[in-house]
C-alpha cells in the first residue's frame, strides 16, 4: 500500500528509515530501467524491516521506498518522484523484486479503473455529496466502464457519445444521465 499525505506521520517515519537507516538495517533494493512509450523510466526500489513494531499499523512487515527517473525521449523532461508505502508481506515472501511488481500491479489498477472514472467521467468533481448518492454514482461508473471494456473498448473516452447529446438519443442516453448526474461541470 502506497502512503499518502493523509498519514504524515507513517510517511515523516518511512522517509527517516531511508534517510538515516538505523543501525543493525540491512535494506536491499532492485533497479530497473525500461524504456517504451516515449520514456526511459529508471525505477529503484529499497525495502526495509526497520519499523516493524515501532508503527502503530497492524501487520507491518516492510516498509519501502520507490525512485522514479523518467525522462521523455522526445523533449528530454525528466521528472522525478519519491514514494513510500508499506507490506504485511515479509522479506521472506516479499523480495524488493516482488514488492516492485506488487507496486507496479497496484498502479495498473490505478490507471485501468480510478484514472478513467477520475478523467473520463470527471467524478473528483462531482458535487453529488449527500446521503448514498456519491457511492451509487462510484458504482453506476464502475458499471459504465465495465460494459465499455466487456463491449471491446480500451478506450473508454472513446466508447463515449458526446457529452451534448439530448436526453432523448435513444441507446446512449444512459451515459448523458451519468454525465449530468455528476453536477455542473
Request: hydrophobic content about 35%.
Amino acid at each position: 500500500m502506497i502512503v499518502k499525505e493523509h498519514q504524515p506521520q507513517l510517511k515523516a517515519d518511512i522517509a527517516w528509515v531511508f534517510t538515516l537507516p538505523p543501525a543493525g538495517d540491512h535494506p536491499e533494493s532492485v533497479r530497473t530501467v525500461d524504456v517504451g512509450h516515449g520514456r526511459i523510466a529508471t525505477r529503484h526500489l529499497t525495502t526495509s524491516e526497520a519499523l516493524v513494531g515501532d508503527s502503530d499499523g497492524p501487520g507491518l512487515a516492510q516498509v519501502f521506498e520507490v525512485g522514479r527517473h523518467v525522462i521523455t525521449q522526445k523533449t528530454g523532461a525528466e521528472r522525478v518522484e519519491v514514494v513510500s508505502g508499506v507490506t504485511s508481506l515479509s522479506p521472506e515472501r516479499a523480495t524488493p523484486g516482488r514488492v516492485r511488481a506488487l507496486v507496479r500491479g497496484h498502479w495498473a489498477i490505478e490507471n485501468k479503473s480510478h484514472w478513467v472514472r477520475d478523467v473520463t467521467f470527471d467524478a473528483d468533481r462531482s458535487q453529488v455529496r449527500c446521503g448514498h448518492i456519491p457511492h451509487v454514482m462510484t458504482t453506476l461508473r464502475n458499471t459504465a466502464i465495465g460494459l465499455l471494456r466487456w463491449a471491446g473498448h480500451t478506450n473508454i473516452a472513446a466508447g463515449l457519445p458526446p457529452v451534448g447529446r439530448p436526453a432523448d438519443a435513444g441507446t446512449g442516453s444512459h451515459w448523458y444521465c451519468i454525465r449530468k448526474l455528476n453536477g455542473p461541470g
